[in-house]
């Protein structure tokens, strides 16, 4: 299995990227931010439990994660590898996955990072809250996440660098444009 890591702050485009990514290579595409949003529109025990720490552009606590991670991976057949997007978040996060990759004799293959200047990332939330109505795309909970990008999820570029997995491309120009890039690095990485 093919087990891509699509990294970056919030807003650099990566959950539209993994789903061109996830076509062209048949990877299953898994967003953790997409499975807390179905589990808050329908209302379950989960989805109660996340709703405020979403809303206000916090963390959802690491022990949450690795079990929902797990269980998505086991909905998908016939794929030749996943794309994460959005995971992991957190150092703990990052070893936990490797040690639920193991266990399925797997590893991580790469990290590949979209490269966004902070003030349009900003902007392009901002255009998005009105698009979509998301209720963390508000500019004092856009901030936030980036703060929380900063000083949590950042770490692990030197977590897989030290490892020799990480990549990153501009993550500014088209969006055909920046997933053609995407593609010569996996490419190049296969
Ligand atoms: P996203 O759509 O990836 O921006 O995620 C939206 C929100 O869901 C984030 O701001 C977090 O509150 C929560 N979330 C998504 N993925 C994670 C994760 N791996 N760890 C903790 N919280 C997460």
Redesign the pocket.
């Known amino acids: 299995m093919y087990n891509l890591i699509l990294f970056g702050p919030?807003?650099s485009g990566?959950?539209t990227q993994s789903v061109n990514v996830a076509k062209k290579y048949n990877f299953a595409h898994i967003?953790?931010?997409?499975?807390?949003?179905s589990e808050i529109k329908n209302k379950t025990e989960l989805g109660l439990k996340?709703q405020g720490?979403?809303e206000?552009?916090?963390?959802?606590?690491?022990e949450?994660?690795i079990e929902l991670?797990d269980n998505a991976m086991g909905k998908f057949s016939n794929i030749n590898g996943f794309i994460f997007?959005?995971?992991?978040?957190?150092l703990r996060?990052a070893k936990d996955l490797d040690v639920l990759l193991e266990s399925k004799n797997d590893k991580v293959s790469l990290v590949l990072a979209l490269e966004v200047d902070q003030e349009e990332v900003i902007k392009r939330l901002l255009k998005r809250a009105q698009l979509q109505g998301?209720k963390?795309d508000t500019e004092e909970v856009i901030r936030n996440?980036m703060k929380?990008y900063h000083t949590q999820t950042s770490p692990l570029i030197d977590f897989y660098k030290k490892q020799g997995k990480f990549e990153s491309v501009c993550g500014s120009g088209t969006i055909d444009e920046i997933s053609y890039n995407l593609y010569g690095i996996i490419d190049r990485h296969q």
């Open positions: 919030p807003g990566k959950g967003s953790t931010g997409d499975i807390f949003r996340v720490i979403i206000k552009g916090e963390l959802v606590p690491d949450l994660l991670l997007d959005g995971f992991p978040r957190t996060q998301r963390d996440r929380v």
